[in-house]
Structure formats: C-alpha cells, structure tokens
C-alpha cells in the first residue's frame, strides 16, 4: 500500500501510520519496511531489536558463538538473576585484563576469585551451560537453540512471575523473536545461528537510517490517541488479538471497541484494514484465526469492497502472481521470492512440495531452496 500510494501526487511518507494493538507486532512491519528501504519510525516504544528483552535473548546468542564477546558476556551474567552482583563482575574484568583472556576464560579458574562458594558455583554452571550450547549449535537450526535455551533459563516463568503488564509485553516479544527466527529460516533455508545474528546486525545498523528523511510512523493504537494521518493502516484485526480480550469480559469488550475507534478516526482521507489467517506464536506452526468483529461491525456504507490487489501494485506482471500451494514447479519457471526477488529455476530435484529447486535470481545469485517452504510465486 505504502508503494501504491508513491503514484499520488500529494504523497508522503509523513502522512501515513500503521496502527497495531501489541509493541511485538511491529517486529515483521520493521523488518520488510527495512529491507524495501522504507524510512519509518517507531512512536512511543523501542524499535524491536532495540527493546531490552530481545538485546538479552541475542546476547545469549552473540556469546555462544563468540564466547570472547565481553559486552554479551556482561548483559547475561545476571539475567535472569544469578546472584551474581556489581563486585564480582570487576572482579572476574580485573583477572581478565591481567592475564590477557576474556572472561568466559575466567571462569575455568574461579579459585583466582575471590567469592563465595555459593557464587563459585554458579560461574561454574554458567560457564557449562554455555559450553554446551557453543559444542552443539553447529548441528542444530538457530529456532530450537533459542527455544532450547529460553525453555533452560526458565524466561517466560521470569516474566510472568512478575505478574505486571510491561513484563507480559517483554514476554510476548521474546515469543515475537522466535517468530522472527522462523522467519529467517524458511528463507534462509540452511541458515546458520552465525547468519541469523549477521542479519540482525544489518537490520539495526544506525547508518541504514537517515532520520532526516521522511518516514512512516509505526505505533500502538494507545499512542495513537490525540494525532491524525492522512492514510492509517490498522494491522492484526482478529479476534483475541484485536479486540484484545481474554475471558471476553463485556467491559474489556468496550474498552477494545473505544480503542479501535480511535484507531480509525485518526485517518484524515482513508484506512487500511488487515487481518492474517493465520498467525504463529512461540516459532511453532501457523494458528488459524478469525476475522475481528470489528470490522462485521462497520456500516456497510462505510466500507469499499474487500481489496485483492496484489502486493506492491499495479505491475501488469504481477497480476498474474498466484500461489505454489497446487502447482508443480517446473524448470525454467520464472518465479518471485518475498526476498530475493525474481529468478528462473535452473534445477529440481525430487517432485511435489518437497522438491529442492536452485534459482538463479536477478542479481545473479544462487539459491537452493525447499519448494513447500520456499513461498514462491510463480511468474510463468
């Protein structure tokens, strides 16, 4: 939609917002407005990669595959809380610097520390829970090492034990990283931990973003209160997720209802209303959802009929885009990837969804992907 509206002449970036119920839904819009080069910015919230609960769920990461990055190996240390205080920090740097070694090292001679025992044995552990990760990383895709890892430092029971809202919210986009690491796997079909953490430092390089050009705002609908857009895109319109309500509690239901009308009396000249099918929670499988009653409950009148134009307008050959779902690719297809862009199929071995086929794309490189997971559209 943001492409289609570059053909209106009084078009700006600055004019249009995407509205979304929970900070973790911005994660996918951040990611694919990046990659199309889509200045944006992020009102009243964190970009997502910047949000402290993912910084940490990453180092963990970053200090698996590096264990002599120090800043990773001081984030986690103590998170989630191991006792492990201020003091006992300066003192595993202080042995670090004189005797030249990083401090995953120091933790092989904790009799050098001069700590108690009890804290003795929790480096010891630590150290040993990451040895165990770094020694395997390399034979496991990078969702069920996070999964894996989140599960051993009891992570979701840290957050919910705090029983506050901000610590459900943290919660819910620790589970939004995993969808995001599910993401990088189905088009990075043989990507490793080493990839993923690269990508991610691509996508929150600072010198990709230039704030003094126009950018689409990217919001809550609780930040939204008060302003106004000339386009507003609402995201996420289900059931559950929005209106957001657990034991359907008619009061909840209300409040829901008073936000989403907030939500579209932002928009000055349109809104843009979406909803997904299916939506994944926690890196697992695809859920299926239902439309948000909602938008059953707009005056008709109000209404333009259900929009069906493909993604990124009206390229005449990109209308004849349709699905992979019951076609059999064939070599010398022409093809379109969500990534990579359009390429022609060179080779495929095995039939059905389950076929690995090489494309070459327009830029000249090569990719060997998995049919059923590689989303591909065929051209012709």
Do not use: C
């Not at 003091?87 to 990083?102: F, Q, R, V, Y």
């Not at 939004?176 to 490793?192: K, M, V, W």
């Not at 690995?356 to 997971?373: P, T």
Request: proline share 2%; charged share 30%; no cysteine.
């Amino acid at each position: 939609e943001i492409k289609n509206l570059e053909n209106l002449q009084s078009y700006s970036r600055d004019d249009i917002a995407v509205f979304y119920r929970t900070n973790a839904q911005s994660r996918a819009l951040e990611e694919v407005l990046t990659r199309n080069k889509i200045n944006y910015k992020v009102i009243g919230g964190l970009r997502f990669y910047e949000r402290k609960e993912i910084k940490d769920v990453i180092a963990y990461l970053r200090l698996i595959v590096n264990p002599n990055d120090g800043i990773s190996f001081d984030r986690i240390i103590n998170f989630p809380t191991r006792g492990i205080g201020k003091t006992t920090l300066e003192k595993i740097h202080e042995i670090a610097k004189k005797e030249n070694s990083s401090y995953m090292q120091v933790l092989e001679k904790t009799d050098k520390l001069s700590i108690s025992k009890k804290q003795k044995k929790t480096l010891l552990e630590f150290r040993q829970f990451i040895l165990k990760y770094q020694q395997s990383y390399h034979k496991v895709d990078t969702a069920s090492i996070a999964t894996d890892i989140l599960l051993d430092i009891d992570l979701k029971n840290y957050y919910e034990n705090q029983n506050t809202h901000d610590a459900i919210e943290r919660w819910a986009n620790v589970e939004e990283l995993l969808n995001s690491i599910a993401d990088f796997q189905e088009y990075r079909q043989g990507g490793s931990l080493s990839d993923f953490l690269e990508e991610v430092s691509l996508l929150t390089d600072i010198d990709n973003w230039n704030q003094s050009k126009e950018a689409v705002t990217l919001m809550t609908v609780h930040s939204s209160k008060g302003l106004e857009f000339n386009y507003v895109n609402i995201i996420g319109l289900e059931d559950g997720l929005f209106p957001m309500i657990r034991g359907y509690d008619d009061m909840d239901l209300e409040e829901e209802r008073r936000l989403f009308y907030v939500a579209i009396t932002r928009a000055q000249k349109s809104v843009f209303m979406t909803y997904a099918k299916t939506r994944m929670r926690f890196g697992g499988q695809p859920n299926v959802t239902i439309k948000s009653r909602f938008i059953n409950e707009i005056p008709d009148n109000l209404l333009l009929a259900e929009y069906k134009k493909p993604k990124f307008g009206e390229n005449k050959q990109n209308l004849n885009l349709v699905s992979n779902n019951n076609i059999k690719i064939k070599l010398h297809s022409l093809v379109e990837h969500k990534i990579f862009g359009k390429g022609k199929v060179i080779s495929v071995e095995g039939e059905g969804q389950n076929s690995k086929i090489v494309i070459l794309f327009n830029n000249n490189e090569r990719k060997k992907l998995i049919y059923k997971y590689a989303n591909l559209k065929i051209l012709s």
